[in-house]
Nanobody, 122 residues
Framework: QLQLVESGGGLVQPGGSLRLSCAASGLTLDYYQIGWFRQAPGKEREGVSCELVDGSTYYADSVKGRFTISRDNVKNTVYLQMNSLKPEDTAIYYC????????????????WGQGTQVTVSS
């Protein structure tokens, strides 16, 4: 059974760091692009960082220079390193997979994890 499980969320002070993990089972991540998305209360789900089918990596302007996506194909896990966190980064973070993602848009990604809460607050 295909499953994506996010972990690593929590409460952190502004300026702090977190590393989110997205562990996959039932599929081999080598063949997929991975996207990280987030959704804050009352807002639409937005793309944070996405691997695209052309081999490029997209970062939203709001996280450029602070967030980094990486993967460990041996562990079948993708990570989102988040540094210099801000209160506006507070949201539920989701990972998702795609085979032919051309844009960092939720409708380009097929399978989703359940999400992990990130709260940035003093």
């Amino acid at each position: 059974q295909l499953q994506l499980v996010e972990s690593g969320g929590g409460l952190v002070q502004p300026g702090g760091s977190l590393r989110l993990s997205c562990a996959a089972s039932g599929l081999t991540l080598d063949y997929y692009q991975i996207g990280w998305f987030r959704q804050a209360p009352g807002k639409e789900r937005e793309g944070v960082s996405c691997e695209l089918v052309d081999g490029s990596t997209y970062y939203a302007d709001s996280v450029k220079g602070r967030f980094t996506i990486s993967r460990d194909n041996v562990k079948n896990t993708v990570y989102l390193q988040m540094n210099s966190l801000k209160p506006e980064d507070t949201a539920i973070y989701y990972c998702a997979t795609a085979l032919t993602a051309m844009f960092c848009s939720p409708n380009q990604y097929d399978y989703w994890g359940q999400g992990t809460q990130v709260t940035v607050s003093s």
